[in-house]
Every structure is written in structure tokens, then in C-alpha cells.
């Protein structure tokens, strides 16, 4: 399966990042984008892409975490595009709601932040990069606001709902983008998804060092072992590991429109 594109990876989380870049080459992998979980850390999610190469291609996404929006400080619009404008920068994010810890008095700063974010997706053209967890309702919401304003590119990352997200999402011109869940014995639903979301809709990544796929599972896990989750989705969706590749690099490059490879 040479030539996958890692969608989302956190490269300043691996614990050997040579190692890793390594082990992304010998896999076959064409690039990969290391995202954001703080604003505060842009400089070094820059500095993480000079690790690219010929046959690796880096670039990053910037942005804070909604588990991380109430230590951060809300950039104004004009410094997020300031920073945005540098050309290794290929996303904004990852940005969103996430309710998994239940406090109240957060809420209004991750909604907060994540609609700066979607203000900048929307100038900039740069896709956002959507984490939402236990916040569907409230994310579909912000999302059918937000694009009246005007539309804007995004994808929801490590895809982890039903068939309601995903399908108000694609309803908006989104992208899914699956992660290692994908193979995971009880996640019949995120595979159902799978199954029949548009072609030109799907993309793949690790989430590393999170959630290491089947048959890797329990290990932390590294931008090369996206080419499990690629194989399950290439079987669930009938195709062959070729077509897979052919797909979701395509599909990658005109969502991320700064990614060549």
C-alpha cells in the first residue's frame, strides 16, 4: 500500500521520532500531517516539518484542542492568519467540542474557540480539523451556523459517532477521516460508516501515538501503522489496497490543497 498519506499524527507525542520516521518509510508512506493540540505550541509544530523530505513528506496543522481551550488563549482571527500563511502549515486544528469529562463551564470556551477556528478555515481556505467527542449534537449545530456565514472546508477526525455525524457532515461538504477504531472488534458502526460514505469523502490516519490498530493493538502507535486501518477499510469497502491508496491520496490532496505528493 505505498503511498498513504497520514492524515493526523502528533509527532512531538512519539517517543523515538526517528525511529518513527523511519518505520514510516520502510511502510511505504508518502507524507503525513502533524497537528496541533495547543496554540501556544505553533512554533513547534513548525519546527516539527523540517523533519520532511523527498521521500517523507511533513507539514502541520495549528490550532488548540477543545481539552485544552480554557488554559489557552483565544487568538484574535489576525494572528491566527499571520501564523497560517507559512506554506508548510497545511491545516488549522485540531479544534472542537469534546464533553467526555462532563464540566459545564467549559462549554462556552470551546465553543468559543472552536468557532474562531472555523473563521479562519473560512478565510484561509486551509481545512479545520474537527475533534468532537460526546458533543454530536452541539457540533452538528455549530457547523449548520457557522456554514451560513459561508462554507468551509473540514474533515472529522478519528471518526468515532454514527451515521447522524457523519451524515450532517458530509451534507456540508465534510470529509471522515478513520483511524485505528476502524479495526476494533466493537466498532461495527464506525465500519458501517465506513462502508458507504462517499469515495470522495474518506481519508485515513493513526492518531498516534493513540489508538494503534488491530493487529497492533496495545502498542503505542506510529504514523506507519496507518496501513492497517487502510487494509480494513479497503476490505470493507470491497477494494483493493491500490484503489485505496489512489483514493484517499486524491482525496487528500484536494481537501488539504498544500499537500503534494
Known amino acids: 500500500m505505498k503511498g498513504l498519506i497520514d492524515t493526523h499524527c502528533h509527532l512531538d507525542r512519539l517517543e523515538d521520532l526517528p525511529a518513527s520516521l523511519d518505520f514510516a518509510r520502510q511502510a511505504g508512506l ?18 516539527l516539518t523540517e523533519h520532511d523530505s523527498p521521500d517523507l513528506r511533513i507539514w502541520c496543522a495549528l490550532g488548540t484542542h477543545p481539552d485544552h481551550a480554557h488554559e489557552e488563549v483565544l487568538p484574535s482571527l489576525d494572528d491566527m492568519l499571520a501564523e497560517l500563511e507559512a506554506p508548510q502549515v497545511a491545516a488549522i486544528g485540531e479544534s472542537g467540542l469534546d464533553y467526555f469529562h462532563g464540566t459545564e463551564e467549559v462549554k462556552p470556551v470551546q465553543h468559543a474557540s472552536f468557532r474562531r477556528h472555523i473563521e479562519a478555515a473560512r478565510v484561509t481556505g486551509l481545512p479545520l480539523v474537527i475533534h468532537t467527542r460526546q458533543a454530536d449534537d452541539d457540533t452538528i449545530a455549530i457547523l449548520r451556523d457557522e456554514h451560513e456565514k459561508g462554507a468551509f472546508p473540514f474533515l472529522i477526525h478519528c471518526f468515532a459517532s454514527g451515521p447522524k455525524l457523519a451524515g450532517a457532515a458530509l451534507e456540508l461538504g465534510g470529509y471522515l477521516s478513520f483511524s485505528g477504531l476502524l479495526t ?10 465506513a462502508r458507504h460514505a462517499p469515495e470522495d469523502r474518506i481519508l485515513v490516519e493513526t492518531d ?14 506510529t504514523p506507519g501503522y496507518v496501513v492497517h486501518t487502510a487494509a480494513r477499510l479497503a476490505e470493507e ?10 483514493i484517499t491520496q486524491a482525496n487528500t490532496r484536494r481537501l488539504f490543497t498544500r499537500v503534494a505528493v
Do not use: H, Y
Open 208 to 221: 498516534s501515538p493513540f489508538l494503534a490498530p488491530v493487529p497492533k493493538r496495545g502498542k503505542p502507535n
Open 30 to 47: 508518502a507524507g503525513m500531517v502533524t497537528i496541533g493540540t495547543r496554540w501556544s505550541e505553533r512554533a513547534r509544530q513548525k519546527a
Open 237 to 246: 469497502r470491497g477494494l483493493t489496497g491500490e484503489r485505496l491508496v489512489e
Open 184 to 193: 476494533f472488534k466493537k466498532c461495527e458502526e464506525i465500519r458501517d460508516v
